[in-house]
């Protein structure tokens, strides 16, 4: 624009295309008159002013006094005639870069498809293009779509949307509404979409969780052989911190223990291999994964068993069931629980004479049995003469009476011995000839002298 200046007026030259702005003189139904400061008259016209096939007249929409904005489009010797399409180009496309800053939504409608790039979409006016990496799940010709400008040029008026960006924020949203709704402890069902050594990933809905390999099964078990993609199952949530879920399939399956105590019961008979032998007792597998204690005090009724000497591992052993403690888990077992206490019988005591059976002859002594119990005769209480063989005197299965010098029921403890019956034998027998007959100090010494060896 330029200025000359004369006396009383100022005359102000435009060119094609600048922008000017004026004030409204006058309105009517198609035209509206501007004062734009200089000797000739602006006008624009209704179809310069607005695209909207809706508006046909300014009155209503324009008023005197109303500055208005246009482009010169033309100039004759009486008026400026102005237009405002190029600026509302340029308004409408600033939408679409304040859409872009500010995150907005649009709805486009697909126009065109452009093969093996993407899609061609129109915008109050603009067209838009959409690369087929950022176009939605669903897109179909002449329907609208949402999406979201991701990058514009202003200065040839063009911009790039994407509706996956829409889609994927949907998703998300639907995402977060969905783990706002779960709570530990619940049980979801799910699908396994990958399985890994040490973790399997488990789809929800729309939401991804994790079952660690420690929470697949109660028992140690290669993941790979128990889950496989495309499994469904049901998962416990222990988890959920960070947007993260964690799962469980052991939670919701019976441990060894919880089926063990379904089946059996305290006093039942069972059969378990032994997997360990401690100090204090032997470890026995009674189940699958599942192990109880057989205490060395329940091992046998005899004090004199060592388990130890006994058993090796890998053998089975017969045993009832003494205690189940379900808070621990833990199992006692009792082996001597179903064994007979022959000690239980045994009522003689010191100094009784009683029955016995010859079953072992050793270099020491004799193994007996005597009063329902295993008993011992040492050599010097079974014969007089020390250095003779056993043997010459004793047969396996020989019976006999002897006398109870020692018995400890608590230690199966029975020693016997066959001389101190013998001499009481040959006391009474000298006794009885002795009877009614006068008996001489030297004689009754010499009795005296035998009945105390």
Same mark, same amino acid.
């Given at each position: ?8 007026? =100022? ?7 600048? &922008?000017?702005? $004026? ?45 208005? /904005? ?7 010797? /009486? ?7 190029? #600026?509302?180009?340029? /308004?409408?496309?600033?939408? #679409?870069?304040?859409?872009?800053? @500010?995150?907005? =939504?649009?709805?486009? !409608? ?37 999406? !979201? ?14 509706? &996956? ?15 706002? &709704? ?57 988890? !959920? ?10 939670? #919701? ?17 069972? =059969? ?21 204690? #057989? ?15 006994? =058993? ?15 808070? %621990? ?30 079953? @072992? ?7 007996? %049995? ?10 010097? @209480? ?37 001389? !101190? ?9 000298? @006794? ?7 008996? %001489?100090?030297?004689? $009754? ?9």
């Amino acid at each position: 624009m330029e200025e000359f200046k004369m006396e009383d007026i =100022v005359i102000k030259r435009y060119r094609l295309g600048e &922008k000017v702005k $004026g004030t409204v003189v006058q309105v009517e139904d198609k035209t509206l008159t501007l004062d734009l400061g200089t000797n000739l008259e602006g006008v624009i016209h209704l179809n310069h002013f607005t695209k909207d096939k809706d508006v046909v007249t300014f009155k209503g929409l324009v008023k005197k006094g109303d500055e208005i /904005e246009g482009e010169v489009s033309k100039i004759t010797d /009486e008026h400026i005639f102005l237009s405002r399409l190029n #600026l509302l180009k340029d /308004e409408s496309f600033k939408e #679409l870069v304040d859409a872009k800053e @500010e995150g907005k =939504v649009i709805s486009a !409608k697909v126009v065109k498809e452009v093969p093996g790039k993407g899609y061609l979409l129109n915008y109050i006016g603009f067209e838009l293009f959409m690369p087929m990496s950022q176009s939605g799940k669903n897109v179909a010709l002449k329907s609208n779509l949402d999406a !979201k400008v991701i990058e514009v040029d202003e200065a040839k008026k063009r911009a790039v949307v994407s509706a &996956k960006v829409v889609e994927r924020a949907k998703e998300d949203e639907a995402r977060q509404a969905e783990y706002d &709704k779960i709570n530990v402890g619940d049980v979801l069902h799910g699908v396994v979409t990958k399985v890994l050594n040490y973790q399997v990933f488990v789809k929800v809905g729309n939401l991804q969780g994790i079952i660690k390999a420690k929470d697949v099964a109660h028992e140690f078990v290669n993941v790979m052989d128990v889950l496989h993609e495309g499994d469904t199952l049901d998962v416990s949530v222990i988890s !959920k911190e960070n947007g993260k879920l964690a799962f469980s399939r052991k939670a #919701l399956i019976k441990s060894p223990f919880e089926l063990f105590i379904g089946e059996q019961k305290v006093g039942d008979k069972i =059969v378990g291999k032994v997997t360990n032998k401690l100090q204090f007792g032997l470890l026995l597998e009674v189940a699958p994964n599942l192990k109880g204690l #057989l205490h060395a005090s329940e091992y046998s009724h005899n004090p004199n068993d060592n388990f130890n000497n006994c =058993v090796i591992i890998g053998d089975e052993v017969e045993v009832a069931i003494l205690a189940i403690d379900p808070k %621990t888990e833990k199992i006692s077992l009792s082996r001597k629980a179903l064994m007979d206490n022959p000690w239980e019988r045994v009522t003689a005591k010191q100094y009784d004479l009683v029955d016995f059976k010859v079953e @072992e002859i050793l270099s020491n002594g004799l193994k007996v %049995t005597a009063c329902g119990v295993d008993g011992f005769i040492p050599l010097g @209480e079974a014969i007089e003469d020390r250095s003779k063989d056993l043997n010459t005197y004793f047969n396996k299965g020989d019976e006999g009476k002897a006398v109870i010098t020692e018995i400890n029921k608590n230690e199966w403890k029975l020693v016997l011995s066959i001389l !101190k019956h013998q001499r009481e034998e040959e006391r009474k027998s000298y @006794e009885k000839y002795l009877e009614n007959e006068e008996v %001489t100090s030297t004689i $009754g010494d010499q009795f005296k002298d035998l009945l105390q060896k």
